[in-house]
């Protein structure tokens, strides 16, 4: 892919060394995003099991979620280097995403162990719900109960959400923001 100098903000264009170092910064700070919500889980106190407490707290999670991708959407836009300012958007938003729903499994299993077909820890917790988001669904780990079946339901029609509607509104978001910059704007892979 070609890229011009206003798109990465140097007006001889970009140079090898410029441009890795800003990859270099964000794939970083990417990274440094995903451990510490992954850490965050590891270490929350999610021993008490599932209760109204825990359905209140996923609803107030998902909303945070919303809350964090239009402020990321909004700063993709006003960012100097949107694509990349994207790609951070999303290190934040889909392990918040995946973290909120393994704590709610997770939850759930300590509560009432026979929710799943073998008792979760937070590790098979985080592997169920990423099965799940990845429509992969190995099968090792299935719901057996009908509140385990009723949230791998609200999760599979929220993965849907975020996958179609979430990850396009980044993209129009990005192509927003390189519009502002004055780049050109290179088609989608769909476009003509």
């Not at 995903?34 to 929350?44: F, K, P």
């Not at 109204?52 to 990321?72: I, W, Y």
């Amino acid at each position: 892919m070609d890229h011009t100098a206003s798109e990465w903000g140097d007006p001889a264009g970009p140079t090898d060394r410029g441009h890795g170092r800003l990859l270099v910064g964000c794939l970083l700070r990417s990274t440094a995003s995903i451990v510490l919500l992954t850490a965050l889980y590891y270490l929350a106190p999610l021993d008490d099991g599932f209760g109204v407490l825990a359905v209140v707290l996923l609803v107030l999670g998902l909303l945070l979620f919303g809350g964090v991708v239009v402020h990321q959407a909004a700063a993709i836009t006003r960012a100097e280097h949107p694509r990349l300012r994207a790609v951070e958007a999303l290190a934040t938003a889909v392990p918040l995403f995946l973290v909120l729903f393994a704590a709610t499994y997770f939850m759930l299993a300590v509560e009432i162990p026979q929710t799943f077909s073998e008792r979760l820890n937070r590790t098979d917790a985080l592997y169920f719900t990423v099965t799940v988001f990845t429509t992969v669904g190995f099968g090792d780990i299935v719901p057996l109960t009908e509140t385990g079946r009723a949230l791998a339901t609200v999760q599979m029609v929220a993965d849907l959400i975020v996958l179609g509607v979430i990850v396009k509104a980044l993209v129009g978001a990005v192509r927003i923001g390189i519009r502002r910059r004055g780049s050109p704007l290179p088609p989608l892979e769909d476009e003509p």
